[in-house]
DNA sequence: TTGAAATTTGGACGATATCCAAAATTCTCC
DNA sequence: GGAGAATTTTGGATATCGTCCAAATTTCAA
């Protein structure tokens, strides 16, 4: 995975990444199995791929947790959501509305696009399902 | 495929149909084929679903066009990508910029929205990519 | 009419995401 | 500390999407 397609993330793997951040702690397959409705070896599966793309560190039977690869692109995940939701309302969408529908294409949207709408909209430090934070969104280690 | 679902096409299905539209009369399947790099071999299986879905009139060896369903798709289609292209040129894209980032996510945009930011944009008749035409993109017979 | 060109068919593959059943591991409680 | 329960993983299967190749079919053109 290359610098420029590190969030090149599926729409699921998003989901899940973004789940795993607002756990507190290595969280547990069946957890997470709950949180999204499908068998739980549907998301051991999946956790595999992810950890073996660096973004989470995985302990069989004990649960996973985001390496700092992975909390840096969870950031990215939420900013993104919360840019291109704040985006919608600039077109009447109700906070609802523009969560829903940008939940459908985020997952596609590249991040050179989010930075330019958010130094467009001048940084914006209030999205509407949370607050936007700033970094920049790439890992150098 | 209901009546909510019409445009719930693939990305790959979006670009065939635009492309056929884009040609006149019957389309053959080595021209497709060509235009997007691929075996003929998927452009055949990936025509027969779309005339399967009623989208396309096909002859089999003799070539594809767009049936009433298709036509009013690929009308919507157009427009969704100008209305995208052109939202987008509001954050300060350029216009290769907004077209190709656009084409990377305008898919999985429901057409609730794209009617939205049309009547936030006042049902604009200049896209970047050409011009936007307003018809409701439903389909009555 | 016959060989070349175009097209389709059938089979295969990889990626993604899912399920189920069986095996492995961990946990809990006595 | 051990036995049974709960959790998790493994292995196999399915489905969709988009792709390729090789072989068969059909059409076209000289």
Do not use: W
């Not at 973004?55 to 692109?73: A, F, N």
């Not at 940084?123 to 936007?132: A, L, V, Y």
Request: with cysteine; aromatic share 8%; proline share 4%.
């Amino acid at each position: 995975m290359s610098m420029d397609t590190v969030f090149e993330l599926s729409p699921k793997k998003v989901e899940y990444i973004k789940f795993i951040n607002g756990k507190n702690g290595p969280v547990k397959t069946n957890n997470i199995a709950a949180g999204f409705g499908v068998d739980p070896s549907t998301i051991t599966k999946t956790i595999v791929e992810l950890a073996d793309e660096g973004l989470l560190v995985y302990v069989p039977y004990h649960g996973v947790s985001l390496s700092v690869k992975g909390k840096i692109t969870a950031e990215f995940l939420i900013k993104r959501h919360r840019i291109l939701a704040l985006a919608l309302t600039h077109f009447g969408f109700s906070h609802e509305q523009a969560c829903l529908e940008v939940s459908r294409f985020e997952s596609f949207v590249s991040k050179e696009a989010i930075d330019q709408m958010c130094r467009a909209m001048g940084h914006p430090n209030k999205g509407i399902c949370g607050d936007i934070t700033h970094d920049d969104g790439c890992l150098r280690i």
